[in-house]
């Protein structure tokens, strides 16, 4: 049986672990051959395909990014896009595929099953854990990692000079890498897309911390947005997938804080930082645990399912449940949280 891989959507540290974890197994165990799709959807849909063999996955567990590349491609709005994908799958005699991707790539690949009848197995992934029926989504972890490392070292630099550090991180609907950054790195104010926040109010907190002898650190999401105000967006664009890019809202709120409290703010954008480089080891284990569990429900034609993290165990889902609605953060959550606040 020849089974093809691919990675769409934003890169996440874990991808290469996962990679290795099905070809490792499919080969050794079910004696399976693989060929690796390029950039997500794209390679389908364009028949561009690299080779991927045992070779291939050699030394890959610790390196970020994929081998595969990746791409944000919606292959439902290209032309003829399914029928050109059927045809590029039976070109290469692919019976299975292993799509690895977070709310985008897995919706592509729950509507392929579900309405084309096309065998797919999904693996989350995504930064931002901000898919439903899993746990946990590997390279969310290693995002908190480097943002706490990045929040504790603005502590000290914030404090040499008494100023405010506002610190954007990732988290476009979903505030979870906020939220576990900013405790695990003992921010003053945390704000996530979930719950609108007022200014006046992180002002408060500020000049409390500033009362205390501390320089404030706060730690706002890309997608929070204030109480009467608009989501930040760095310009108009739009991705195949319709998102917006966003980030300049750490900005804006620096400004605000040094208008209001009239002590001096700076911004340190995360940005793509948080997504390259190596995975942390919960990560390494979470996507090859992923890896090992997708191709066995290969091995089951267990079609249609996304392996998937529910406490220690590795189960099976529909790819429906993963992408039927996002996980964020829950207000009590945020609530438990908020008495580190000021
Ligand atoms: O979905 C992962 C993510 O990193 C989001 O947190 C962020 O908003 C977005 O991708 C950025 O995407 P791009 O790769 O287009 O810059």
């Given at each position: ?7 769409g959507?934003?890169?996440c ?10 070809v ?31 070779p ?24 003829n ?27 592509v690949?729950a509507r392929?099953?579900d ?64 939220l ?22 992180v002002?408060?907190?500020?000049t409390?911390?500033?009362k ?15 109480q ?15 998102h ?16 209001r ?30 890896g ?51």
């Open positions: 049986m020849r089974v093809g891989v691919l990675t959507g934003g890169d540290p874990g991808l290469n672990a996962v990679i290795r974890g099905i490792r197994k499919g080969v050794q165990e079910y004696a399976y051959d693989f060929i690796g799709f390029r950039d997500g959807w794209r390679g389908p849909l364009e028949g561009d395909t690299v080779q991927l063999d045992i291939a996955v050699r030394g890959i567990l610790p390196r970020g990014g994929t081998i595969l590349g990746s791409s944000r491609t919606n292959p439902l709005k290209a032309e896009g399914i029928r050109r994908i059927k045809e590029n799958l039976a070109k290469y005699e692919v019976e299975a595929l292993i799509a690895i991707g977070g709310e985008d790539t897995l919706g690949a392929l099953t309405e084309y009848g096309i065998n797919v197995v999904g693996v989350p992934k995504t930064i931002d854990n901000d898919l439903s029926a899993t746990d946990y989504t590997f390279g969310f972890d290693t995002a908190v990692g480097i943002a706490t490392e990045a929040i504790d070292r603005l502590h000290t630099t914030a404090e040499s000079h008494m100023r405010v550090l506002v610190v954007e991180v990732m988290g476009r609907h979903a505030g979870w890498i906020a576990h950054s900013g405790l695990a790195g003992g921010a003053n104010v945390i704000l996530i897309p979930e719950q609108r926040f007022d200014v006046d109010q002002c408060a907190w500020v409390s911390r500033f205390a002898s501390y320089a404030p650190i706060v730690v706002v999401a890309e997608g929070a947005m204030p009467d105000g608009e989501m930040v967006l760095k310009d108009g664009t739009l991705d195949s997938f319709g917006v890019r966003l980030s300049g809202v750490g900005e804006w709120l620096s400004k605000e804080i040094e208008k409290t009239g002590k001096e703010a700076r911004t340190t954008v995360l940005g793509h930082v948080q997504r390259g480089g190596t995975p942390s080891a919960f990560d390494r284990w979470l996507a090859t645990r992923f090992l569990h997708a191709i066995d429900a290969v091995r089951d034609g267990d079609f249609g399912k996304m392996v998937a993290l529910q406490g220690t165990d590795i189960v099976r889902v529909p790819i429906a449940d993963a992408t039927a609605k996002l996980k964020t953060v829950d207000p009590t959550l945020y609530k438990e949280v908020s008495v580190f606040f000021g």
